[in-house]
Every structure is written in structure tokens, then in C-alpha cells.
DNA sequence: AACAATAGTGCCTAATTGAAACTAAGTCTA
DNA sequence: TAGACTTAGTTTCAATTAGGCACTATTGTT
């Protein structure tokens, strides 16, 4: 007998939220957001404000944030073939929470920094 | 030459901002906060709430928590030995900017799931 | 003709994640 | 008192994922 079988099983395999918070939270997504936060960028653009990116990450975060309808891909026919992203009425709706996490970053990085030390000073 | 050699990098991969995102925004983390956020838990308390986390992910992901000063982590001498884990105030400070994102998450889950079909329909 | 830039793709290895078993200390049951 | 169960992990190994590097194809430049 269970001691406790009321016990709420907040986040199971399949919730939709979770999910999705998988796919617009990760490390590359967030970061792409904020580039073309300042204007529409082209593939190359875009992975030369990211230190680090390989293309293979660039353009499989790009796709799924394109399938997810958070930025918008659009395949101008000039001299060299330029791809342009750009953000999406839906992208510009995640912008305000994101900023929210970015600027929480930024206030308690310091902190973060003094809780670290504090930590790691215990672990003799 | 480069043709725009003022072009801004805006992410370097030594970026604090960038390095504690990374801390903070993944999977488990926000999972583990949400559940803490209904008053303190038990480490086998929260492994129930959280379907499909391993024990050492979860270790890994607490004392990540932990060493970030977001929450805290009480070893009470009972029976078979306690540990309950709680937020600190810092991390009630991040829970704000959580919820933003996860309050987007379920007003745009089916704009997102309209887009997600859209864009499966058009790769034939 | 050779070289650079465009936007990718493909292969292979390195790093991370997760599943399952194990540890250790104490409680409860038969 | 042996056996099973609880607690909170750690360890080991396998699988998944991520990243580095090389390659394609097209156009423009020198």
C-alpha cells in the first residue's frame, strides 16, 4: 500500500509544456532569438554572432524553431543564393519572457557568483 | 578584408550570461523549480513528480541547483535519513521569469501546433 | 582558371544522458 | 534474527546526442 497515493504526478513524459519548453529553451535557441531580436540575419550572419556554433547545430536549431513557427525562412534568388531569418509575429510574443530570464541573469550573476564560492568552499 | 569587419559578436563562449542560461534554463531544472514551488520536497518526493528522471540526473541537477544558490538542501537526522530541498529567496526570484515562459508555452501551445503542421505539410 | 562566399549535408568521434544495478544505514515484519 | 523495505544517493555501462571536419554545389571575383 502506498503511504501517500494522492501524490501528483506534475510532469509526465507526454505533457505538451514540457515538450515545448524543451524545444524554445535550449542553449542555441534562446541565443538565435536574440540576434534577430536586432533585425532579419542570414545564415552566415547568424553563426558569426554565435562563437561556437557549428553549422550542422545552426541549422537544425534554426529548422525546428522554423517548424515550431518562432522565426520564418525566406530564400532570396540573388547573386549567391541568401537565405534570410527573421523573427515571426509568434517569435516576437517569446521575446518578453525571454528577456525576463536574460535580465534575471544579468541582475543575479553576482550573487550566483557568491553562492558558488559559498558552495564550493564547503566541499572542502 | 573582411566586407564587415564591425560586425558584433554577441555571444563569446566565455559569456557569463550565456554560461549561467545554460545553468538555469535546462529541462530538469525548470521542471525541479515548479515542484519546489509548492513548498519543499524530499528527493524521492520529487522523483515521483518527475516522470522519467533518472536518480543521477536528478542528484546532478539538484546540486547544480544547489551550488547556484537557487535552492537549499537540509539533511534532517530522522529515521532513515531526510533530505528535503527548498527554494531559497534567489531562486523565488527566478520563478517569475519561469512561469513568463511557461505561461507562453500554454497560450501559444496550439498556435505552435498550427505551425508544426503547416510546416510538415509543405515538406512534401 | 583558381579562389572566396553563399547555405547547407554527411560521416565519425567525443561528450552527455539515462537505465539498471549496487551501496549503506536504519526500520519493520514474521 | 533473517529478510525485505525505506531512505538518498553512487557506479557502471550502453545509447543517444552534439560537435568537428570535410565535402557539395552554385555564383562572383581576380
Redesign the pocket.
Known amino acids: 500500500m502506498?503511504?501517500d497515493s494522492a501524490e501528483t504526478k506534475y510532469f509526465t513524459v507526454d505533457c505538451p509544456n514540457r515538450l515545448l519548453f524543451a524545444e524554445i529553451a535550449?542553449?542555441?535557441s534562446m541565443m538565435i532569438l536574440s540576434v534577430l531580436d536586432t533585425g532579419p540575419h542570414?545564415?552566415?550572419?547568424i553563426?558569426r554572432c554565435l562563437e561556437?556554433?557549428?553549422?550542422?547545430?545552426l541549422?537544425?536549431t534554426?529548422?525546428k524553431l522554423e517548424r515550431n513557427g518562432i522565426i520564418s525562412?525566406t530564400v532570396r534568388s540573388t547573386?549567391?543564393?541568401?537565405?534570410?531569418?527573421a523573427m515571426t509575429p509568434l517569435g516576437m510574443s517569446l521575446l518578453g519572457p525571454y528577456r525576463a530570464i536574460y535580465t534575471w541573469t544579468c541582475v543575479n550573476l553576482s550573487e550566483v557568483n557568491a553562492a558558488r564560492l559559498e558552495y564550493d568552499g564547503r566541499q572542502t
Open positions: 502506498p503511504k535550449d542553449k542555441w542570414r545564415f552566415n550572419g553563426k561556437g556554433v557549428s553549422q550542422k547545430s541549422t537544425q534554426l529548422r525562412r547573386s549567391p543564393v541568401a537565405v534570410e531569418y
